[in-house]
């Protein structure tokens, strides 16, 4: 029965501790994925293409969609434009080798990562990236939550 496999694992204060946490609570696993819940209209598919990616062989994958908007950097003088095809966006489902994973969080010890990945690129693991899906966009601000409720209504 796949509703007994299933275990709840309350968060930390920050989000590599909630990371830690879940890793603690899963100690055989060999595959994890990590998922910000922010972004709850994921498609299954983005969840079965990262998971086939570290099952292949990939260390640490992430998905991944083009920058559209045109980019600047900020200056003391002002600002000056970037090439944005140098930038991607970067999603959940963020896939990992767990004892990988177990090994960044354990170096790492109180610095601040934004996600997994970068983590364990912190220690030398090579990051793949996949493509990734419109629908997996999180939801920070008022608008976003607009958004996927539109999505969830068929609206859009």
Do not use: W
Not at 95 to 112: P, V, W, Y
Request: charged share 25%.
């Amino acid at each position: 029965n796949q509703a007994d496999r299933v275990q709840v694992v309350t968060g930390g204060l920050l989000r590599q501790d909630s990371v830690r946490l879940g890793l603690a609570s899963a100690p055989d696993a060999t595959t994890v994925l990590v998922h910000d819940a922010a972004r709850p209209l994921v498609p299954p598919f983005l969840v079965t293409m990262v998971l086939a990616a570290v099952r292949d062989g990939a260390d640490v994958v992430v998905p991944v969609l083009p920058v559209t908007d045109s980019l600047r950097r900020l200056r003391r003088d002002g600002s000056s434009p970037v090439d944005r095809s140098d930038f991607v966006r970067v999603q959940t489902p963020q896939g990992f080798k767990a004892d990988l994973l177990r090994q960044a969080h354990l170096a790492i010890g109180d610095r601040e990562y934004s996600d997994d990945a970068s983590l364990c690129e912190s220690i030398g693991a090579h990051v793949q990236t996949v493509p990734g899906d419109p629908l997996a966009f999180k939801i920070t601000e008022p608008l976003d939550l607009k958004l996927a409720e539109t999505v969830v209504r068929g609206e859009a």
